[in-house]
C-alpha cells in the first residue's frame, strides 16, 4: 500500500489530498525533530532514524489490537483502548506505547554504540536499521510479517475521520516542540550544545557527557517513536518495506535544509521534504504528467540540498549561533 491508497472518510477530492498530505507533513516534522535533538544539538550521528520509527508504528498496531484479534500462541494482546464519550480511541495508548518501546530499545542499543566515535556511531545505527527491519519481516507471530499488519483504527468509522487523525497529530507536533524547545533552553541542553561543540571540555568542567549523550538518544528516539504511531493510525496496514534504513537519509535532508541544531529548522525542513516527497503522489487526478514530477522528485530533493549548502551551509533557519560565527 502506498501513502496515496489510505483511506480517506468524511472528505473527499482537493481537501482529502490537502489533509492527507498535511498529516504525512507533521510526521516528516516530528521525525526531523527528534533527529534534531540527537544530531543538531547533541552531535549524535544516527541513521536508525526509521528502525525506531518503524516500532513505534508497530508497537502502536500491536496493543491496539481488538480482544479477538489473533496473536502469538493463540493469546490476546493488552486491550488498551481508551472509552471516550462512548467511542473506544486506542489513540493515547497508542502514543505513548510507540514512544515507551522505541525508547526501551534505543536505551539498549545507547549502552554499547555511544561510546563510538561518530564513524563508528553511523556504522553501527545503520546496521541497526537493517536489523530491526529484518526482525519486523521475520517475526511473523508478532508483526505477520510481510504479509502485512492491519491497524485497528476505530475513528474511520467517523465522521472526518482524516480531520481528527490531522488534529492529533498537530497535538502530537505541538506537545513535542514544546517539550523540546523547554528542554534544549535548560541547563540540561545547553550541556547537550556543550558535547556537540567539544565532548572533552564537557568532561573537563564534570559533566557525565555518556549520561547526557544516552538521554538525548533516547528522547529522540522516543519522539521517533511518536511519530510511528500516527504513521500506523494513518495507513492503517503496515509492512516492513515501509520503514527501510533509506527513511532515514530523508529525514536528514529535512534537519541539514531547515537549519540544525534549531526547532524551528527542523519543522521548516520537514515541511519542505514532504511537499517535495508526497505532493507528486498524489497529482495523478489533478496534473496530466505525475509520473514524470514523481519521478524527478529526488533530483529535485538532491538540487534543494546542493544550494543549500552553497548558500547557507548552516540551514535556511540554522543555529543563531552558527550563522553569528560564519558572518
Same mark, same amino acid.
Given at each position: 500500500?502506498?501513502?496515496?491508497?489510505?483511506?480517506? #472518510?468524511?472528505?473527499?477530492? *482537493?481537501?482529502?489530498?490537502? &489533509?492527507?498530505?498535511?498529516?504525512?507533513?507533521?510526521?516528516?516534522?516530528?521525525?526531523?525533530? %527528534?533527529?534534531?535533538?540527537?544530531?543538531?544539538? $547533541?552531535? !549524535?550521528?544516527?541513521?536508525?532514524?526509521?528502525?525506531?520509527?518503524?516500532?513505534? #508504528?508497530?508497537?502502536?498496531?500491536?496493543?491496539?489490537?481488538?480482544?479477538?484479534?489473533?496473536?502469538?500462541? %493463540?493469546?490476546?494482546?493488552?486491550? *488498551?483502548?481508551?472509552?471516550?464519550?462512548?467511542? =473506544?480511541?486506542?489513540?493515547?495508548?497508542?502514543?505513548?506505547?510507540?514512544?515507551?518501546?522505541?525508547?526501551?530499545?534505543? *536505551?539498549?542499543? #545507547?549502552?554499547? $554504540?555511544?561510546?563510538?566515535?561518530?564513524?563508528?556511531?553511523?556504522?553501527?545505527?545503520?546496521?541497526?536499521?537493517?536489523?530491526?527491519?529484518?526482525?519486523?519481516?521475520?517475526?511473523?507471530?508478532?508483526?505477520?510479517?510481510?504479509?502485512?499488519?492491519?491497524?485497528?483504527?476505530?475513528?474511520?468509522?467517523?465522521?472526518?475521520?482524516?480531520?481528527?487523525?490531522?488534529?492529533?497529530?498537530? $497535538?502530537?507536533? /505541538? &506537545?513535542?516542540?514544546?517539550?523540546?524547545?523547554?528542554? +534544549?533552553? @535548560?541547563?540540561?541542553?545547553?550541556?547537550?550544545?556543550?558535547?556537540?561543540?567539544?565532548?572533552?571540555?564537557?568532561?573537563?568542567?564534570?559533566?557525565?557527557?555518556?549520561?547526557?549523550?544516552?538521554?538525548?538518544?533516547?528522547?529522540?528516539?522516543?519522539?521517533?517513536?511518536?511519530? %510511528?504511531?500516527?504513521?500506523? !493510525?494513518?495507513?492503517?496496514?503496515?509492512?516492513?518495506?515501509?520503514?527501510?534504513?533509506?527513511?532515514?537519509?530523508?529525514?536528514?535532508? #529535512?534537519?541539514?535544509?531547515?537549519?540544525?541544531?534549531?526547532?524551528?529548522?527542523?519543522?521548516?525542513? /520537514?515541511?519542505?521534504?514532504?511537499?517535495?516527497?508526497?505532493?507528486?503522489?498524489?497529482?495523478?487526478?489533478?496534473? =496530466?504528467?505525475? @509520473? +514524470?514530477?514523481?519521478?524527478?522528485?529526488?533530483?529535485?530533493?538532491?538540487?534543494?540540498?546542493?544550494?543549500?549548502?552553497?548558500?547557507?551551509?548552516?540551514?535556511?533557519?540554522?543555529?543563531?549561533?552558527?550563522?553569528?560565527?560564519?558572518?
Amino acid at each position: 500500500m502506498t501513502v496515496s491508497e489510505v483511506a480517506l #472518510a468524511g472528505l473527499t477530492g *482537493l481537501s482529502a489530498f490537502i &489533509v492527507n498530505v498535511a498529516t504525512f507533513a507533521v510526521v516528516y516534522v516530528v521525525l526531523a525533530l %527528534g533527529l534534531n535533538l540527537q544530531w543538531g544539538y $547533541t552531535g !549524535l550521528f544516527n541513521i536508525s532514524v526509521a528502525a525506531f520509527w518503524g516500532i513505534g #508504528a508497530y508497537a502502536a498496531a500491536v496493543v491496539t489490537k481488538p480482544p479477538s484479534a489473533p496473536t502469538a500462541f %493463540g493469546l490476546n494482546l493488552p486491550y *488498551l483502548w481508551v472509552d471516550v464519550a462512548g467511542v =473506544p480511541l486506542p489513540l493515547a495508548p497508542a502514543v505513548f506505547a510507540g514512544a515507551l518501546t522505541a525508547g526501551a530499545v534505543s *536505551l539498549l542499543v #545507547a549502552i554499547p $554504540t555511544l561510546r563510538l566515535r561518530d564513524d563508528y556511531l553511523a556504522i553501527a545505527t545503520l546496521g541497526l536499521a537493517e536489523v530491526i527491519r529484518l526482525i519486523l519481516t521475520n517475526e511473523e507471530w508478532l508483526t505477520q510479517g510481510a504479509r502485512g499488519l492491519s491497524v485497528s483504527n476505530p475513528i474511520l468509522g467517523m465522521d472526518y475521520s482524516n480531520l481528527i487523525l490531522l488534529g492529533i497529530a498537530l $497535538t502530537l507536533l /505541538g &506537545v513535542t516542540y514544546w517539550l523540546l524547545e523547554a528542554g +534544549v533552553d @535548560s541547563p540540561w541542553g545547553r550541556v547537550l550544545k556543550a558535547v556537540r561543540e567539544d565532548e572533552t571540555v564537557a568532561k573537563s568542567v564534570g559533566k557525565d557527557t555518556f549520561a547526557f549523550k544516552t538521554q538525548s538518544f533516547v528522547l529522540g528516539s522516543m519522539v521517533m517513536g511518536a511519530a %510511528g504511531t500516527i504513521t500506523a !493510525l494513518q495507513l492503517n496496514f503496515l509492512v516492513p518495506g515501509q520503514f527501510a534504513p533509506r527513511w532515514a537519509f530523508y529525514v536528514y535532508i #529535512a534537519v541539514i535544509v531547515g537549519g540544525s541544531g534549531t526547532n524551528r529548522g527542523a519543522v521548516l525542513g /520537514g515541511l519542505v521534504l514532504a511537499v517535495l516527497l508526497e505532493l507528486p503522489r498524489f497529482l495523478r487526478d489533478f496534473v =496530466p504528467f505525475e @509520473s +514524470v514530477v514523481t519521478n524527478l522528485r529526488l533530483l529535485v530533493v538532491g538540487l534543494l540540498v546542493v544550494v543549500v549548502m552553497t548558500y547557507r551551509p548552516w540551514g535556511i533557519l540554522g543555529d543563531p549561533e552558527v550563522m553569528r560565527r560564519e558572518e
